[in-house]
């Protein structure tokens, strides 16, 4: 069984950065799809960056695209989210998601890391 660990949430003045951290355990993790998702409070969870485990392409949410950076390190089974230039807005319990092979969607979620960003 694959479990995710998010890290690195906090609570940061509007400019600055986060990097969120998103480790894999258990299983030796082999997915088609790493993920980032985040729920402000009375907010439908929304979709915020992906990328395919094996590399290559990336995928951002409109409202991030320019200050959000996802990546992984394959050899620490690990994907980050650098955050830049935060804003209130972006304020919200963010969650590490894995698809799995095999899957037809995320069907692995972390616990979620709470981002609080002041004005």
């Known amino acids: 069984q694959v479990r995710l660990v998010e890290s690195g949430g906090g609570l940061v003045q509007a400019g600055g950065s986060l990097r969120l951290s998103c480790a894999t355990s258990?299983?030796?993790?082999?997915?088609?799809?790493m993920g980032w998702f985040r729920q402000a409070p009375e907010k439908e969870r929304e979709f915020v960056a992906s990328m395919r485990w094996s590399g290559g392409s990336t995928y951002y949410a409109d409202s991030v695209k320019g200050r959000f950076t996802i990546s992984r390190d394959r050899t620490m089974n690990t994907v980050f989210l650098q955050m830049n230039r935060l804003k209130p807005d972006d304020t919200a319990v963010y969650y590490c998601a894995a698809q799995q092979i095999g899957a037809s969607g995320y069907n692995v979620w972390g616990q979620g890391t709470q981002v609080t960003v002041s004005s």
């Open positions: 258990g299983r030796t993790f082999s997915g088609h799809a």
